[in-house]
């Protein structure tokens, strides 16, 4: 058993508990999933889930329906998949670096520059080794439906731009509590602050960080930009988002209801990497219309600067496997 498992109601308020005791609610005619983000609704990947809520509800005739709660409603991006993990919510999507610290195999999808293109991104996402990742969270009650396109991360900051790692020198950077984001930031010389994504902007504000990085639509739907007026398209990490259902709740489906739910899901992800395409030209006009300088360094700059963190994954061989495996995908 995990020690996130362990202390899971040391965790998370009794209230929320007791409010959720239940996260697929059996009816007379049909049952629902709650579905539980930290995203703003006008987010490309919310919309994917609005899609896949559309097609499972047209699936199962009303049988099997989501409500979604976006916006950190029930709770951060750690606390939903703790709540997952306990059957207290059904569903959750969450970055895949948030689950290095539930399913380890996840680490490898956060590993700077670990992809050459976006269809090489696809074709591992979408292959053996995705579907492997998506199920290797199963033990920990955790499991993986599909993957979002969440594009490439990259660093906006409030005084200055960042266009060499040298830059970074000084420079507190928001990262995601994941423990590869930190080990990258501060291989590239940056000082690592893991800051919950719902408390970001006035984290910007205050001067508690220097900048943060994310991808482009996230950096317009958060309103960041309306605070850091440098961003600097490094691409240094192309991470997806995850969608997971609780194992709890998974084996309450029925087989019919699973293939539902999976089949919605599959279809969702085709719509929301539309979507994507979409609103990252859209998000970089916006920002620059909005006064954001908009800056293309050097990649391999970067790139160099963090190998070390590859090679530290020598002496685990599971991850060390997966790295072989994805970078001769290419």
Request: charged content about 25%; hydrophobic content about 35%; proline content about 4%.
């Given at each position: 058993m995990t020690s996130t498992f362990k202390y899971?109601?040391?965790i998370i308020p009794f209230i929320i508990i007791i409010i959720f005791h239940t996260s697929c609610i059996k009816q007379e005619k049909h049952k629902i999933l709650k579905l539980a983000h930290g995203l703003d609704p006008t987010h490309p990947v919310h919309k994917g889930m609005e899609f896949m809520a559309k097609v499972l509800d047209e699936k199962s005739n009303g049988k099997l329906t989501l409500q979604i709660y976006p916006s950190e409603q029930l709770g951060s991006e750690r606390q939903c998949v703790e709540l997952l993990q306990i059957g207290s919510l059904a569903m959750t999507k969450v970055s895949a670096s948030v689950m290095e610290g539930f399913a380890p195999k996840y680490k490898v999808l956060s590993l700077p520059?670990?992809?050459?293109s976006k269809e090489h991104t696809f074709s591992v996402l979408?292959?053996?080794i995705g579907r492997e990742l998506l199920l290797s969270g199963e033990k920990y009650w955790l499991r993986g439906l599909t993957f979002y396109d969440a594009?490439?991360?990259?660093?906006?900051?409030?005084d200055s731009p960042i266009l060499t790692p040298d830059d970074l020198s000084g420079l507190k950077i928001r990262v995601m509590k994941s423990p590869t984001a930190v080990?990258?930031?501060?291989?590239?010389?940056?000082?690592?602050?893991?800051?919950?994504w719902g408390e970001l902007y006035t984290a910007l504000q205050g001067g508690v960080v220097d900048g943060a990085e994310n991808n482009p639509p996230s950096f317009y739907t958060s309103h960041h930009y309306e605070v850091c007026k440098y961003y600097s398209l490094d691409e240094h990490t192309t991470i997806p988002d995850v969608l997971l259902i609780s194992?709890?709740?998974?084996?309450?489906?029925?087989t019919e209801e699973q293939d539902w739910l999976q089949e919605a899901a599959d279809e969702s992800k085709k719509h929301q990497r539309i979507l994507w395409a979409e609103s990252e030209k859209e998000s970089l006009e916006s920002v620059q219309e909005a006064g954001v300088e908009i800056f293309y360094p050097d990649k391999e700059l970067f790139?160099?600067?963090?190998t070390s963190l590859y090679d530290d994954y020598k002496s685990d061989q599971?991850?060390?496997d997966l790295i072989q495996r994805i970078l001769a995908q290419e």
């Open positions: 899971t109601f040391k520059y670990i992809f050459k979408d292959g053996e594009g490439s991360r990259s660093f906006y900051s409030k080990n990258m930031i501060r291989a590239m010389g940056g000082s690592p602050t893991p800051i919950s194992t709890v709740i998974w084996d309450q489906l029925t790139a160099e600067k963090v599971e991850i060390w």
